[in-house]
């Protein structure tokens, strides 16, 4: 077990008032000498849906993988559901948790990415079912059942035994969904799940995850869907070189933004 990171701010959230779901703190990350994370701070209440808007290396994707450790901060803290991320703090010095404990916690925090990362040699049903079986210790059985409900959940019941080279990228992305709310998460993550679709397939992407927002999902999607944005979303995040330039109400940042920068950016993209 490695040691991690100092603890001093471990107890950040605490003088909060209402506790919420997902909470970033002072996230710092480079790569050798470019910084492109600098204290992100986030917090993303129980059932709200966060859009991160930014230019292209903002950092927008590389906070999204920091929040659930597929990168791992040099510095800051993330909590879920009031629980210390990826590390626990024993006589002043943060650890790294056990494998165990960390794919318990990775479970409940899923991510659905850009490319689907979809096995390729395996049926949209054992896609599904396989992280159920070896992180959550469900049986066979029972885990091709969940995966059935949730995969009928998306539309994709009757492509449960077909392969990925079977599928369009939409129905990939449907099957990637399904994986992850099969794992019954507190937070989906998603890194912009459309841009490697043709247009024609965005939507029926877009409407799956529009459903889940209504369901209460709790969500934070890095995307350049607009439409999206505006009107699913609760509230918006703009980042622009590593920091957190401005956020807000969706309909206040996307129709009145109070920073120049924020305002130059949507100037391009209406």
């Avoid at 779901?21 to 059932?47: E, H, P, Y």
């Amino acid at each position: 077990m490695a040691a991690l990171l100092s603890p001093e701010k471990d107890t950040a959230q605490s003088s909060a008032p209402k506790r919420p779901m997902l909470c970033a703190r002072d996230i710092c990350k480079s790569f050798g000498a470019n910084q492109v994370l600098t204290d992100v701070s986030l917090n993303v209440d129980r059932g709200e849906v966060v859009c991160i808007i930014g230019p292209s290396g903002s950092g927008k994707s590389t906070f999204l993988r920091c929040l659930n450790f597929l990168e791992l901060p040099d510095s800051g803290g993330v909590w879920l559901d009031g629980e210390r991320f990826g590390c626990q703090e024993k006589n002043g010095v943060l650890w790294e948790l056990p494998p165990p404990a960390f794919a318990r916690q990775r479970a409940a925090m899923c991510m659905v990415f850009q490319r689907f990362n979809l096995f390729p040699h395996l049926s949209a049903l054992d896609n599904v079912t396989l992280a159920m079986r070896h992180v959550l210790k469900i049986s066979r059985r029972q885990a091709e059942e969940n995966a059935t409900a949730v995969l009928a959940s998306v539309g994709m019941d009757s492509f449960a035994h077909r392969r990925p080279t079977q599928m369009s990228g939409g129905q990939q992305q449907r099957v990637a969904i399904a994986r992850a709310i099969a794992m019954q998460p507190k937070v989906l993550l998603f890194d912009e799940p459309t841009s490697a679709l043709d247009p024609e397939l965005v939507h029926e992407v877009l409407s799956v995850m529009t459903q889940l927002a209504r369901q209460g999902m709790t969500m934070v999607v890095v995307t350049h869907e607009m439409g999206f944005t505006r009107q699913v979303s609760n509230r918006v995040v703009f980042m622009d070189h590593g920091r957190i330039v401005e956020e807000g109400p969706s309909a206040q940042l996307l129709n009145a933004p109070a920073q120049a920068r924020t305002r130059a950016f949507l100037s391009k993209i209406k």
